[in-house]
């Protein structure tokens, strides 16, 4: 090979020290924002978007049944990050209020407690069927325990 093939294979060839990963890295893809924004999580509290209107009329009994459960509505002063824009005409003019919903917070024990009691109350719901369905057993034809199991899966926003 002539010093001169030598010299244009060299020049054309990069070492490794000037390849970057920048370089060799994917495009970053889009996907729009969020409709409701997180807040920034408080010690002790938890969120919820509660529905205050419904295709434009007032759903006060919602709201109302909400506050009795131990929700108050999240001030707009007291998360400036979310930066948004409160609905015209709303009754929650200073608070944070998104297409009809409203942020609320309550006490994290308030929300477990909620849990809780929604949990058993569907427990004896389901004791209910089974033993519905356990008395029509025959000796002649036992029916087997329902058995039921579920499983989640994927990731989930905490």
């Known amino acids: 090979m002539s010093d001169r093939a030598k010299e244009n294979s060299s020049s054309s060839r ?33 969120y919820r978007w509660i529905r205050a209107r419904t295709m434009g009329e007032s759903d006060n009994r919602n709201v109302s049944s909400r506050f009795r459960e131990g929700y108050v509505p999240v001030r707009a002063e007291d998360h400036k990050d979310l930066q948004i824009l409160t609905d015209k005409g709303s009754e929650f003019a200073d608070n944070i209020e998104v297409g009809g919903l409203v942020l609320c917070k309550t006490s994290v024990e308030n929300k477990e407690a909620r849990e809780e009691y ?10 209910s069927v089974d ?4 008395r029509e057993q025959d000796p002649r034809m036992p029916l087997l325990r329902p058995e039921r199991s579920t499983k989640v899966t994927g990731s989930f926003k905490k």
């Open 131 to 134: 033993n519905n369905l356990m």
């Open 14 to 46: 990069s070492g490794r020290e000037t390849e970057t990963r920048e370089a060799n890295a994917r495009k970053a893809t889009w996907k729009p924002p969020s409709v409701l924004p997180d807040p920034t999580p408080e010690p002790g509290y938890h």
């Open 118 to 127: 929604y949990g058993q109350k569907a427990q004896t719901q389901m004791d």
